[in-house]
Structure formats: C-alpha cells, structure tokens
C-alpha cells in the first residue's frame, strides 16, 4: 500500500472496514504528514495529537470487536477555527480570543464524530473569517501548497492546503462569498457549497439570513458527498432546514453513494463572468479551454446566464448588515483590536439606511426569481470558481484585476457571490493548472435544493477528465514542501 494519508476517504473507510487498513495507521500517517509539511504552509494551527492517537485506538478496537461502524469510521478531519471542538482554542483568527478553550463540540464536530471521524485538529482562516486571503494576527498566514508564496485564498484556507498536501482526508468548511470554493480552486481540491439549510447553522448570528452556511471539503466529489451525509442533519434550530417527525425534506444517505447522471441528457449553460464579474484573463483564457473540452459532454452548452442585475449592491449590503450585527458592539468595546477587513465591513454597514437595506433585499427577491427562471430553461450552470490566478499572500487582496481597480475587498469573490445570493449549491471541483502553473477550480451551480445533482454532475465531470493530462488534478510537491522554510520564518 501507499502512504495511507495519500488515500481517499472513500477508499481509507472501505479498508477500515475490511480490516485491511487501521484507524491508527490512518491517523499516524496524518500526524506525519502534518508535522512534516505544515511548517511550509501553517494549514493545521492548533491540535491534539495525544488524544487523537486515543480516539484512534478506540476506533480501531470498534473495528475489531465487529461493531457497527459510521459512515467516516477512522478517518480524520480538520476542523475550521471557527466552531468548536472540546478542549482545542477556538479563536477565530482574532487576537481577542487567542485564550479562547472551547468546553464542548459543535453541532457538526459532534456529528461527525458520532460517525466515527476523528478530529486531527483546527485549520487556519482570516479573522472572524472576513476575508480571501487566510491570514490573521493569532496564528500568521496559510500558504498556498502549491507555492507557499503564494495565497491559499479563504476564509477556509487551511482546511484546503490541509487536504491538497494529504494531512487529513476531510475537513469542514464555510461560505458565504466563496469561502471554501475559493480555497479550494486555489488549492486544487473539492469544496462544496450546499442549499440553505442542508448543512443546519444552528448558531447563526442572523438565524433569517442564509448567505453564511458550513459546508464539506475533501479531494474527490464523492469524499465531499461523503462528509455532507454525515453534516446534513435535521435541526429545527435552523429555520433553512426543513425538519418533519425529525427527518429532514431529503435523505441524508443518499449523499453517501452518488447517483449516476447522463450528461448527455443534460442543458448547459456556461459563463465567463455572469455578465457583471471582474474575471481575469488568465483565468477567462483557462475557462475557455475546459468549455472547449466539456461542451461535447452535454445534450446542449450555451453562453449565457442568469440576469444578475445588482448582485454587487445586494451582496454588498447585506453582508454588510450581516456583520454590522456580528461585530460592531466588539468593536466599540475593544477600539483597535479588529483588523481592516472587519472594521470595513462595519463602517460599510454603518453607512446604510434602513431604505438602503429595504432595497438591498427587494432586489434579493427579483434576482432569486430571476434564477429561478433561468433554471426552467438550463440544469446547470458552469463557471470559473474565482475570478483570479492566486497571488501573493501578503497582498491582503487584490486591488486590481488586469488593471482594473477593485471596489472593495471582497468584490473579486463575485464569480462565487454571483450564487450565494440566491441561494443556489454550488461545487468547485479541480480541473488543471492555468498557464501560470497554479490550480484552476471549474465552478458547477445547479438549482435550489438540487444538491445531490450538483454533486453527481461534478462527480461525473471528474470521472470525464481521469486522464486527461492537462486537465488532472494538480499535485504538490511534497518534496519541496518538506525541505521549505517555515512560511512564519519568512
């Protein structure tokens, strides 16, 4: 066998399960792998390698006294710093909860354990998540595995490094303008962002509004499946999240084996930009190229998309108004403990009327009924997953696109935000490198609530491409990660 930290989830649970494969070989190749390439890119910021190691051994001995196993038996993940895992610092990328000790699992690290994942540790993202770039003052920057030098993206930055170099087989992530399908473009691994309230947030800040939800990552469509058959519980606490007799409107285990989809049954649509995003023309060139390549696939592939008149004013506004509530009561009691990205989304949001707001959200409603519409006509939806090549992590985000200045820091996630809007799943899968070399994220968007379509679909597109050298999954060296200098050195 090969390093079992190189094995899919899919493959590593049928081991477990058959007794070829131990969690707590499983889980020391992980921990290797972490304390030999997390130097280079600080994807894993805090961890337990003692009790992990514990909870391995007990996951090994359910194996062999023949108990039932779930669904992610033995395997480890990596949870974002943004919920809680017992007895590990939450901090959320802020200096103000640096001490921070969570005293009890969140409703998904729950979950997942309960189905017999073990936590290998918490992963890196920006303060309170705000941001592309995942970098903060508590644990330094996430470099991207493919050139440390380079940005992860974010906010779940080290879930996605973590994956790419093979430190764990899942991780958990969230999304609100891209945050884990941008990392995972980057990065060169599978990011799924699913339909309000298939992935409860039970703790929202904002329970009405669905533009943040958690989501699963992992380094195949199917392991990403996987995981969210675990996280798609019933929870009434989320008001997205339809619960009856206490099983949801969906059955979580479908997800666990996808369907198959004929392509060829199946309309297309595809756009470089949905006709208002700032997307560079390198990664335009890119998008082309796998269009070319894709389009043969389908019963029909036309350019085009929905009508997304406003989409930078809504987003704007609302996720404004989504972290004015989060943060401006810190802010006025802590003065010059928040980073610019949070202090400018609270001045943003203190900027808005109430009219501003009013209007943010009647236009919500003419683009979600828009959307709708436009799926009448097409099942999917193909796009870049971002609208840039990476750049250098120290640049905290890009101020321009082919010259072009951005209007804020988060106006060039709007290939991602173009769907959250909506409320629409969306999957980004790996799909080669751009002529720059670095890895290049193919977007797929289907309807509301269509998730386990999404998923079979990218499912399908990836088994399409198996062989293809120019469009395989990009891989990093772990050689040159393994002798670089530590990226909180440099």
């Known amino acids: 066998m090969s390093d079992p930290a190189d094995l899919t989830a899919i493959e590593a649970r049928q081991l477990i399960g058959r ?41 090994e001995a359910a194996v062999m006294k023949g108990d039932a196993l779930g669904a992610v038996h033995g395997l480890p993940f990596g949870v974002k710093d943004m919920i809680d895992v017992a007895g590990l ?38 303060e309170f998540s705000a941001g592309g770039n995942t970098i903060n003052t508590v644990y330094g920057p996430t470099g991207n595995p493919h050139d440390p030098a380079k940005s992860a993206a974010g906010s779940s930055g080290g ?25 995972a473009a ?10 309000p309230g298939v992935v409860p947030g039970d703790n929202r800040s904002i329970a009405l509004m669905h533009l943040p939800t958690s989501g699963p990552m992992a380094r195949t469509v199917a392991d990403t499946a996987l995981m969210l058959s675990v996280m798609a519980r019933p929870d009434r606490l989320d008001p997205f999240t339809g619960v009856m007799d206490g099983k949801t409107l969906w059955n979580p285990e479908d997800f666990a084996t996808l369907p198959r989809r004929d ?38 592939a036309e350019e085009t998309s929905p009508d997304c008149t406003g989409a930078d004013r809504i987003f704007a506004v609302l996720r404004a108004i989504m972290m004015l509530g989060a943060h401006h009561a810190n802010t006025l ?8 990205n949070i202090m400018a989304n609270v001045e943003e949001g203190l900027s808005y009327s109430a009219l501003d707001v009013a209007d943010a959200m009647n236009r919500q409603g003419v683009y ?15 796009s870049p997953a971002v609208t840039i090549s990476p750049r250098d992590w120290h640049e905290l985000y890009p101020v321009e696109i082919d010259g072009v200045a951005t209007q804020s820091y988060y106006q060039w996630l709007a290939l991602a935000y173009a769907s959250t809007i909506p409320g629409h ?54 050689t040159a990660l393994r002798n670089a200098r530590p990226i909180l050195e440099g």
């Open 19 to 59: 007794r070829k494969l131990s969690p707590v070989e499983l889980t020391e190749a992980c921990i290797a792998r972490t304390e030999a390439i997390n130097p280079a890119i600080n994807a894993v910021v805090a961890s337990d390698f003692d009790r992990l190691r514990d909870d391995a051994r007990k996951a």
């Open 89 to 126: 610092p939450t901090t959320f990328g802020s200096d103000l909860f640096k001490d921070n000790i969570a005293v009890r699992d969140d409703a998904i690290v729950s979950a997942l354990r309960l189905a017999g994942g073990l936590v290998l540790g918490k992963t890196n993202n920006p």
């Open 159 to 183: 879930s996605a490094a973590a994956l790419a170099t093979g430190m764990a087989p899942l991780c958990t992530g969230s999304d609100t303008g891209g945050s884990l399908r941008n990392p």
């Open 186 to 195: 980057f990065c060169g691994v599978v990011g799924f962002r699913p339909s």
């Open 263 to 300: 392509l060829n049954a199946l309309k297309i649509a595809f756009t470089e930009d949905f006709g208002f995003a700032m997307t560079e023309k390198v990664i335009r060139c890119a998008f082309r190229k796998r269009v070319e390549h894709l389009t043969p696939l389908f019963a029909s």
């Open 333 to 340: 009691k802590y003065p010059g403990r928040f980073g610019p």
């Open 368 to 382: 979600y009924r828009n959307w709708q519409g436009f799926f009448d006509k097409h099942d999917y939806i193909l």
């Open 425 to 478: 799943p969306s999957v980004t899968i790996p799909m080669g490198r751009d002529e720059l070399g670095m890895p290049f994220g193919l977007q797929i968007i289907g309807k509301r609530n269509d998730d386990l379509g999404v998923l079979a679909v990218a499912a399908e597109i990836e088994a399409a491409i198996i062989g293809e050298d120019t469009f395989a999954v990009p891989k990093p060296d772990l």
